[in-house]
């Protein structure tokens, strides 16, 4: 296994990939980007291949952050330069790069609870986390971080949980051309074209669990 450190648009390859998975990139892309992020995953996906887009989308078709001034925070403070799009601009460019989507998730609501899980792991050890950004920034420094990462967590998980923001899973397919081989014919892609291969079958007088 090799790991690069390395602009994407940069990346060159003897043969394309089968599969690609972008994680967590897709907002720091920004608009202006997207037709150039999209055509390099083509390019960089043979025919038939697919690749996973893991990415935060806005919640509103016209908004590009939170509101409030978070945003503006979080910009400034935690990820400079990010940009959130809606998923339907996002599947717009995935189009027009002449890939195919083949299935969309938005899983915004687990990313919520994640987000408050961490946010309620930081509340429950603040003494441990100013101790070790004091000794790593000095005293000032320290609290001012401690302070940015509190309220991004708790302000993000809001933001999740209210609908502000989203995270879509995008699976999107370069077809083949070919309409003879892959899991249907015409699939043009290695796409199963069913989620059955993500769930467990349930056992014989398994008692369902139901989470909270």
């Keep these: 296994m090799r790991v690069l450190l390395q602009d994407y648009r940069e990346l060159q390859v003897d043969e394309p990939f089968d599969k690609i998975s972008s994680i967590g990139m897709f907002e720091h892309v920004g608009r202006a980007q997207m037709p150039t ?31 409030a001034g978070l945003g503006e925070f979080i ?4 990820f400079p330069g990010g940009e959130l799009l809606h998923v339907s601009v996002a599947l717009h460019e995935i ?4 890939l195919e989507m083949v299935d969309t998730e938005n899983i915004r609501p687990h990313y919520a609870r994640t987000l408050w899980a961490w946010s309620d792991a930081l509340e429950a050890q603040l003494p441990k986390a100013r101790e ?11 609290e001012k971080v401690l302070r940015a990462y509190r309220l991004y967590l708790a ?28 899991a249907l014919p015409g699939a043009q892609s290695e796409y199963p074209f069913n989620r059955e291969y993500i769930y467990t079958p349930p056992q014989a007088g398994a008692t369902p669990v139901r989470q909270p």
């Excluded at 390019?43 to 919640?59: E, V």
């Excluded at 189009?95 to 002449?98: L, R, S, V, W």
């Design 132 to 142: 070790i950004l004091i000794a790593q920034h000095g005293t000032e420094k320290g």
């Design 37 to 67: 992020y999209f055509a390099t995953l083509r390019r960089l996906l043979k025919p038939g291949g697919l690749a996973m887009n893991h990415g935060i989308t806005a919640g509103g078709i016209d908004n590009t952050e939170l509101g």
């Design 95 to 98: 189009g027009k790069a002449g």
């Design 75 to 78: 910009d400034r403070y935690i």
């Design 155 to 182: 302000g993000c998980a809001l933001g999740f949980e209210q609908g502000w923001v989203a995270l879509h899973q995008i699976l999107m397919a370069n077809p083949s051309g070919q309409r003879d081989g892959g």
